[in-house]
């Protein structure tokens, strides 16, 4: 059965002090990982999508990279507007929906 | 561009009562997602449209759920009858050409039954 784990569930980081998320994945045909930033009362925004092992891609303070198991999202100097709950997800075959991790809550304190 | 626009954005409904959202998909848009997200359960996939067809509602948990898109810039989800334990945060999502291009989620409805 297909499957994405995140940990860990919940991160505090004092404004400044980098770190990584995890994203765990067991999938059949692997059609993309996907990260996406979730604001309280919002919807999931999308900011990465990666496809292969060794790939990586950077937007502001954030980089995604990717293993043939996991991907890692990397916050650098991370800001308490980076503060959100952080989402993962894989493609799956040949088809269109997208599996979800639980997600990471990311608490960044001034 | 508007993005991808549901409504309401907050229902509070008594157990029993027939619910209906509604989402209107990005324009060009050609794929359609309805997801429940809940506290426990995270983000779950009940069915996705391709071109207004259904191709697969197996996340749809019961027969009191049901989805229909009569064309492409509109989409209901119906829950008749409505319990308790349907309470959570219901998402639309579109996306051009399938998975590739990543999601673009409405702003969710909030669902409460009572």
């Known amino acids: 059965e297909d499957q994405v784990t995140q940990s860990p569930e919940a991160l505090r980081l004092q404004e400044g002090e980098s770190s990584s998320l995890n994203c765990s994945y067991t999938v059949s045909g692997l059609r993309g990982l996907f990260w996406y930033r979730q604001d309280p009362g919002k919807g999931p925004e999308f900011l990465f999508t990666l496809y292969s092992a060794g790939e990586e891609k950077e937007k502001e303070r954030l980089k995604a990279t990717l293993t043939k198991k996991e991907s890692f999202l990397h916050i650098t100097a991370p800001k308490p507007e980076d503060s959100a709950t952080y989402l993962c997800?894989?493609?799956?075959?040949?088809?269109?929906?997208?599996?979800f991790g639980q997600g990471t809550t990311l608490q960044v304190k001034p | 561009d508007a993005g991808v626009i549901q409504s309401p954005r907050h229902e509070v409904t008594e157990m029993g009562q027939e619910v209906t959202l509604r989402c209107k998909p990005i324009s060009g848009h050609n794929s359609l997602f309805w997801y429940r997200q809940t506290m426990m359960r995270g983000l779950e996939l009940l069915i996705y449209f391709n071109n207004n067809v259904p191709i697969d509602d197996s996340g749809m948990p019961e027969d009191r759920f049901s989805a229909k898109m009569p064309n492409a810039s509109f989409s209901t989800l119906k829950i008749q009858p409505s319990e308790p334990r349907d309470s959570a945060v219901y998402f639309c999502?579109?996306?051009?050409?399938?998975?590739?291009?990543?999601?673009?989620f409405g702003s969710g409805t909030r669902l409460t039954v009572v």
């Open positions: 999502a579109s996306t051009r050409n399938g998975v590739n291009y990543g999601y673009t």
């Open positions: 997800a894989t493609g799956s075959g040949n088809t269109g929906k997208l599996i």
